[in-house]
């Protein structure tokens, strides 16, 4: 239905808008922005599915994620290999995730990979002393920064463990009211 | 565990034999490694608790899984579609679905100002964008509101006029000894020099008093059509669409303040969790900009070290000592006493001004100026009162949250009670103080020889409210925020850095859109041209402010705290709309109607044509509309209602007493998980020991023992312990 489009077959185009929260013209959107970050790498055609991936590299310098100091982290935690190397499906998965259409659990759940920077499932000490750094572009001196990383962890942290699981997260999560407005990306 | 999995893997065999549960379950199993599992601590393996979904597919957007295997389970779900007699079901709801969400797509065409106002979000910030929508929402609504006007009240008016239908007294109306009332001649002269002209547009008065802008216009033609069959009561419609138009926006207001309750009643309101909600929700990962971006980190430096310094004071404020306490008390009941007499100083000038505008006869531009005068001093109050009680609120030492709701609050006091203020003079002076014997107001009810058409008056006064407010923005943004920036971009002296760049502030300028409506709900009776007029005023503003914000602003330094605000906005929007209400149902129950000019120029008061109209229909729906409206009926309602509250708050508490109980049980399940993991280790540890060592078989009883002792029910005794 609509104009005949052959980047995408209708079938794929189908699963894009059941799997994510976009709709058919703003999935093909997606495929030109996806295609604007490399031109030579990306086909036009995606009828067969072919296994391309664009660097991080690439990947950080759109308008939308160029500001963000999680920008590294954000691509790393959509990316399959971890390393932060996106092929459509994970481009269109991050921007659906990021989305105003996406439920508090399912953000929740990617900001706690985000926050994690070791990746090791809990966000330890470490972790909230690299975010807060990049939240205040490392302007706070070490003992604010301690202060602010025991006050945060003491609030959240129910089972006593000194660091935060993803529980205690989504408990703290669900009673910050602007969660939902602050973690989403318009594109 | 091992052999749960086992055990799963034959009841469930392998994907090539789609069954409903089964597949996407082992799907699961099979294509989610292990680390991929645990990444999110989400217990993938375990059969879900509840067999809910067992009838339905899991909603895919949902899932957190990569969107290669959200394909891939999407591929199985389609697989099982061809069972001859659900397939038409099934392509029924995905042919609905797929309507439903082009529909949005092209409803979306609709929202006014998407672009725009997500522009602003993205270099601003939340704050910010929370403005320009509800900017978005008040324009909808007197928009809505002026359709409502203009179909029901306008045009029937119209027509009617151009059909050059005369008024006639109806004969059932007594006016012995009135006569002089009946006086009313605003007809303006032909000959109008230039300024006169324009005198007149912006004071309502002249040419423009006796139009469709203002009440005096419009008479009541329902005596003479009826011969075509069709008869339309203008008193009637008038009186209606008003009250519609109230009921509707009050249904507007309740709707949106709903929502915005919604979110912050579930998460608490947000006064709690502090450093950790601020460290991870604080960021708004939607700013695009450079220079926002750098503000907005320093932004964050800012409030972190704010807030530790009001715990540093907070800890301070605890180790006063009792005469210190007692002195901070003293100064703070001193300086409200010294607010509280600023706004009543205030109050008393408006009164005056009031007074002294009404009753002065000048023309020209003397007499445009005193015409505005209550306007002038509002305006003026409302831009000093503020800055003063900011000086005044430095002294009284509050923390940081507090001060800004307190500046809030009297914000708030001081603009709508003025409005308040100046009504009420009005109304001492339209109705004689309400008493009706006095000298002035003998023949006609009301104050005949300063106020031969009160309503057109209140009319005017409101019509020149709205004016004027909406040529001191203009003149704000022309004459002080465009040069500001001129001067801070171009000259580099100290001063002009320290004083920098102009700062959107939200709530001042929301509390202007507040303010605004009120004037127009207030003045809505007497000017029904008034919401669109406020419509394109509006509009307007969103232009300007737009323009503004781009090219005069810098990003705000405080953070804004958009989700609670929201509602308090939105609830102060209710104070305006109650305030109004209160004299529309005045003046519509108490106050003698003008015998002069407008539709209900012959009732004893504006209600009276309801009666009227609906003794004129047959008996039943006569009767039913008497009963409704008499006390039979109003007090049981009212007993029904307030059994229907209680319900409701009942209810409420009893949810939150299930959230509270809910959490306090995630953090037992927590501490529970701790201690098992620990039995598990501690456990493990002695097995390995006995391991090490066969041939002592009392540790073996010891362990058993104490396996018994700590009653593990969750485990069997001959299962493998090792931790999964």
């Known amino acids: 239905m609509g104009n005949k489009q052959t980047i995408f077959t209708d079938e794929q185009l189908d699963a894009y808008q059941d799997c994510t929260f976009f709709t058919r013209k703003e999935i093909l959107r997606l495929h030109g922005r996806y295609h604007e970050l490399a031109p030579h790498l990306v086909p036009m055609d995606y009828t067969n599915d072919p296994d391309v991936k664009i660097p991080l590299a690439l990947i950080v310098n759109m308008p939308e994620l160029k500001e963000n100091p999680f920008r590294n982290r954000i691509v790393e935690s959509f990316s399959e290999d971890g390393l932060g190397n996106l092929s459509f499906n994970d481009f269109v998965d991050m921007f659906s995730v990021l989305s105003e259409m996406a439920p508090r659990e399912l953000k929740a759940i990617y900001a706690f990979k985000i926050y994690d920077f070791n990746v090791d499932n809990y966000i330890c000490k470490e972790d909230l002393e690299q975010t807060l750094n990049r939240l205040t572009k490392e302007e706070l001196t070490p003992e604010e920064v301690v202060l602010v990383c025991e006050k945060a962890i003491e609030e959240a942290d129910l089972d006593g463990d000194s660091k935060l699981s993803f529980a205690d997260f989504e408990n703290m999560i669900s009673r910050a009211p602007d969660f939902l407005s602050t973690f989403h990306i318009r594109i | 565990m091992m052999e749960l999995r086992e055990f799963n893997n034959q009841v469930h065999p392998t994907p090539d034999y789609p069954s409903p549960y089964g597949s996407q379950h082992s799907l699961r199993l099979r294509t989610v490694p292990p680390q991929e599992t645990s990444a999110v601590q989400f217990d993938w393996a375990s059969p879900p608790e509840d067999a809910e979904d067992s009838n339905e597919p899991p909603n895919l957007r949902e899932l957190p899984l990569h969107m290669g295997l959200k394909r891939a389970v999407w591929q199985v779900q389609q697989m099982k579609i061809p069972v001859v007699s659900s397939s038409w079901n099934i392509k029924q709801s995905q042919t609905f679905r797929r309507f439903c969400e082009v529909a949005k797509h092209v409803l979306s065409y609709f929202v006014l100002w998407k672009r725009g106002i997500q522009k602003i979000g993205g270099h601003f910030g939340g704050g910010v964008q929370s403005y320009f929508l509800f900017l978005r929402f008040l324009v909808i609504l007197n928009f809505l509101s002026s359709l409502l006007i203009a179909g029901f009240v306008l045009i029937p008016s119209i027509v009617f006029r151009s059909m050059n239908f005369n008024s006639t007294i109806p004969t059932t109306v007594n006016l012995t000894g009135v006569e002089i009332c009946l006086q009313y001649d605003p007809k303006p002269d032909t000959l109008m020099v230039f300024i006169t002209y324009f005198l007149d547009l912006i004071s309502g008065t002249g040419f423009m008093e006796y139009s469709y802008l203002f009440y005096g216009y419009y008479t009541n033609f329902n005596s003479m059509v009826e011969s075509n069959g069709f008869s339309y009561n203008i008193p009637l419609a008038y009186l209606l669409t008003a009250a519609f138009y109230f009921l509707f926006c009050f249904i507007c207001m309740i709707i949106r303040m709903g929502g915005t309750a919604r979110v912050a009643v579930v998460t608490g309101g947000g006064a709690t969790g502090g450093y950790s909600a601020l460290v991870f929700t604080g960021w708004d990962h939607g700013l695009q900009e450079d220079r926002t971006t750098k503000l907005k980190q320093s932004n964050f430096r800012y409030r972190l070290q704010v807030d530790l310094e009001e715990e540093r004071l907070k800890k301070k404020s605890a180790s006063l000592t009792l005469s210190q306490t007692v002195s901070l008390y003293a100064l703070r009941v001193f300086l409200n006493m010294v607010v509280l007499i600023l706004i009543g100083a205030t109050f008393y000038g408006i009164a005056k001004a009031t007074q002294f505008s009404q009753l002065m006869k000048t023309t020209g531009f003397k007499g445009l100026v005193l015409q505005y005068l209550p306007s002038m001093v509002i305006t003026a109050s409302n831009f000093v009162v503020p800055l003063l009680c900011d000086k005044i609120a430095l002294l009284e030492k509050y923390s940081a949250s507090t001060t800004v709701i307190l500046a809030l609050l009297r914000a708030v006091f001081l603009r709508l009670v003025s409005l308040g203020v100046l009504l009420y003079t009005l109304w001492e002076q339209i109705t004689c103080e309400g008493d009706i014997s006095k000298q002035n107001c003998i023949p006609c009810n009301y104050y005949y020889d300063e106020y031969k058409c009160w309503e057109t008056r209140v009319g005017q006064e409101m019509y020149k409210l709205t004016l004027f407010d909406f040529l001191i923005t203009i003149a704000t943004l022309i004459l002080v925020e465009f040069p500001r920036r001129i001067v801070v971009d171009h000259c580099s002296c100290k001063l002009t850095q320290w004083v920098g760049r102009q700062e959107f502030l939200v709530a001042p300028n929301v509390l202007a859109l507040v303010y605004s409506q009120t004037v127009v709900w207030t003045g809505a009776l007497f000017c029904p041209l008034l919401p669109f007029i406020n ?190």
């Open chain 2, 535 to 724: 419509t394109i005023k509006f509009i307007l503003f969103y232009f300007c402010k737009k323009i503004t914000l781009f090219q005069n602003c810098q990003p705000a330094t405080r953070n804004f705290r958009s989700t609670t605000s929201n509602f308090f906005f939105l609830l102060v929007l209710l104070f305006g709309w109650m305030l109004a209400t209160m004299v529309l149902l005045y003046s519509v129950t108490k106050i003698h109607p003008s015998y002069g000019c407008g539709p209900f120029r012959f009732s004893p008061t504006m209600w009276e044509v309801v009666p009227q109209a609906a003794e004129m229909l047959n008996s039943t729906s006569a009767e039913f509309l008497f009963y409704m409206g008499s006390q039979k009926f109003s007090i049981p309602l009212f007993i029904f209602s307030c059994v229907l509250l209680c319900y409701v708050s009942a209810l409420t508490s009893v949810h939150g007493k299930s959230v509270a109980l809910l959490k306090s049980q995630c953090k037992l399940e927590q501490r529970d998980k701790q201690f098992l993991v620990r039995q598990i280790e501690e456990l493990n540890a002695t097995v390995q020991k006995e391991q090490r060592e066969p041939q002592q078989p009392q540790r073996e009883t010891d362990t058993a023992t104490r396996w018994n002792q700590h009653d593990n029910y969750a485990f069997d005794r001959d299962e493998d312990p090792r931790p999964y």
